[in-house]
């Protein structure tokens, strides 16, 4: 099944969507730029919710839901938000159709009775809805901090698509909170970067650095953004989640105000953050080889596929029985277990059936398997084979994929720090930004010379990391003096 795939290093960007589409994670929609989430996509974002809601949970933050569509007006308030957004939002502008005909064909046009007298903006992002509801909701001190988080689909009209990492409409979850000072809105900020690091390295096995964007490449309307970056294997960043301070703009621009124990009227602080669907794109291009997904354990949706082998009817039920017994077994230790008994089809193409969608551990179950009392179990990663005796089964399945989990970690972390460089001059530079992976180099935050460089090398700054000592020196590009190292790379 594999041959279908092309290999990574043919051509990775077919190689990615190959793999996205013959894992069944995704297709492609009759609606261009968009994309269908199949049941194995589904099934992977679902784990990834559930992980995500829990770690916002116990941070306090409860979840909310607001409407998709968003009155122009509100858009307007905040001058960075407008300018960033206006040139990919989806606008409303009626509410029915009119059947007519035109040259001979029967089509639809828009009923020119039925004109909203204020278009409607298909939401690209829901701070200027949400802060609205706030100035209702906020009087008093009392009422702070409010902590929400939301699951919804948002639309950006993209140009250029590809599947999970940039379509017209895609899945995510935006937190909106409202603070009574500025240090507690930096703080929860921070926090929330904290938990997506968190969630990215223990559960999507990623690696990822953590900083500051620079103010060219900060959320429009925002005083700071926070990011996480990850590394993929053809040496390109992906921003895999942001964090929003917003100061007070978006208060202001709404008049979200709060009364405060002496009595006196403040504006609120606001933060926003958010990851997407485009998380399942970056599991992909992370861990998969040139057989399909490798996905971790903690949010695959099949932990562990049973393949039984036989050879005549007999056996068939004599395995298919046992078969069902160790899976019932691991499903009740809390793992997500198939037993796969298709019959028309022979066991190689199962092998590679679930190699293909991912799957994490693979138990092979033959005759001589019953009679012995042990099963076969293959890792995903590295085809590694191990029999586990059934009398314990639950525990050696449940260590090989902790195992697994770690490995995948391992992995992609020496892979990332064998694809970090540090650089001195401006000829390192440009040769390190060509070779790919991250590039970390003494710069001065310029926004004249930020898209100098990314006009020559096709790279950006993709952060400065938090908590690094200062390294004075020459900037790379301009010789300025400068302070620290941002980190650079060619990116998705």
Known sequence: MAKDITPRDQDYARWYT???TRSTLADYSPVKGCMVIRPHGTALWENMQRG????????????????????????AREAEHVEGFAKECAIV????????????????????????????????????IIYSMFARWIQSWRDLPILLNQWANVVRWEMRTRLFLRTTEFLWQEGHTAHATHEEA?????????????????????????????????????????????????????????????GQNFARAFDVKYQDASGRWEHVWNTSWGVSTRLIGALVMCHGDDDGLVLPPRVAPVQVAIVPIWRSDAQRETVLAEGRALRDRLAARGLSVRLDERDNVNPGFKFADWEL???????????????????VAVSRLDRTKTPCAWDGLEDAVASLLDRLQAELLDRARERRDAATR????????????????????????????????QQETKATVRLIPFDEPDDPGPCVWTGRPAQRRAVFARAY
């Open 422 to 453: 540090d650089v001195e001059t401006r000829d390192e530079f440009v040769e390190a930004l060509a070779d790919g992976g991250f590039v970390r180099a003494r710069f001065v935050p310029d926004a004249e010379v930020e898209a100098q460089i």
């Open 186 to 246: 930096i703080d929860e900020a921070r926090r929330m970067l904290e938990v997506y690091r968190t969630f990215a390295e223990e559960w999507l096995a990623i690696p990822v650095l953590t900083g500051t964007k620079t103010d060219s490449e900060k959320f429009a309307g925002a005083l700071t953004t926070y990011c996480i970056e990850a590394l993929m294997q053809d040496g390109k960043a992906l921003q895999a989640g942001t964090s929003h301070d917003l």
């Open 52 to 75: 995500l809601d829990g770690m916002f949970k116990a941070t306090g933050h409860e979840n909310a839901y607001f409407p998709l569509f968003i009155p122009k007006s509100f858009l």
């Open 18 to 20: 190959d793999v996205v």
């Open 93 to 128: 502008t009626h509410t029915r159709l009119k059947a007519t005909e035109i040259d001979g064909r029967r089509t639809v046009v828009p009923d020119p009775d039925s004109r909203l007298e204020e278009e409607l903006i298909v939401r690209p992002t829901s701070e200027t």
């Open 357 to 375: 969608k991912g799957v994490p551990l693979r138990l092979e179950l033959g005759p001589r398997d019953v009679e012995s009392r042990q099963v």
